[in-house]
T-cell receptor, first 115, second 111 residues
Framework: DAGVIQSPRHEVTEMGQEVTLRCKPISGHNSLFWYRQTMMRGLELLIYFNNNVPIDDSGMPEDRFSAKMPNASFSTLKIQPSEPRDSAVYFC?????????????FGPGTRLTVL | QKEVEQNSGPLSVPEGAIASLNCTYSDRGSQSFFWYRQYSGKSPELIMFIYSNGDKEDGRFTAQLNKASQYVSLLIRDSQPSDSATYLCAVTGDSNYQLIWGAGTKLIIKP
């Protein structure tokens, strides 16, 4: 099993540019999570999908952030326009909804730097 | 606001000793409890979960849960330098998918 795949692994961009982060969850998983991690705020849930449908997007910071999951094997997180305060590590995680222990498997993350 | 509290550390433990990591949570309704390990520059990985009061052992790791006192702990026996990492405590929130995360405790095992 390849695990959760994220691309790119590193992204450096200038303020105002559009950034698109990509995620391929583990095959057979029906839950997908986008997280952001910073030293100051720790791990924050941005959005949760279940069976490709966005269930909870209350963590999305503002309208500049959007996420899609067109099918069970692909999701994107887009930031437009990007700002320096968006600099963070963005993780995608997948799991199986409904199991008692609710384990989430994390991808390697995308380290985003906005100059 | 539901919270999970952890001492940020760093917690320094000699090699071979027992490392004890603690976590308290605010929501009495939380049902499942997780310990994730995160090496520097890497992603979190699950090492233990527990949902019943008491102890759960897995190799050198023991998770302890006390719902009455709202704390969960992780013991690492025979600590190794490779155990040096940040340990994140997470508990379930209002819904079955939501995890509330602590800020993590940085553990350093000194050879």
């Amino acid at each position: 099993d390849a695990g959760v795949i994220q691309s790119p692994r590193h992204e450096v961009t200038e303020m105002g540019q559009e950034v698109t982060l990509r995620c391929k969850p583990i095959s057979g998983h029906n839950s997908l999570f986008w997280y952001r991690q910073t030293m100051m705020r720790g791990l924050e849930l941005l959005i949760y999908f279940n069976n490709n449908v966005p269930i909870d997007d209350s963590g999305m910071p503002e309208d500049r952030f959007s996420a899609k999951m067109p099918n069970a094997s692909f999701s994107t997180l887009k930031i437009q326009p990007s700002e320096p305060r968006d600099s963070a590590v963005y993780f995608c995680a997948s799991g199986i909804a409904g199991v008692v222990y609710n384990e989430q498997f994390f991808g390697p993350g995308t380290r985003l730097t906005v100059l | 606001q539901k919270e999970v509290e952890q001492n940020s550390g760093p917690l320094s433990v000699p090699e071979g000793a027992i490392a004890s990591l603690n976590c308290t949570y605010s929501d009495r309704g939380s049902q499942s409890f997780f310990w994730y390990r995160q090496y520097s520059g890497k992603s979190p990985e699950l090492i233990m979960f527990i949902y019943s009061n008491g102890d759960k052992e897995d190799g050198r790791f023991t998770a302890q849960l006390n719902k009455a006192s709202q704390y969960v702990s992780l013991l690492i026996r025979d600590s190794q330098p490779s155990d040096s990492a940040t340990y994140l405590c997470a508990v379930t929130g209002d819904s079955n998918y939501q995890l509330i995360w602590g800020a993590g405790t940085k553990l350093i095992i000194k050879p």
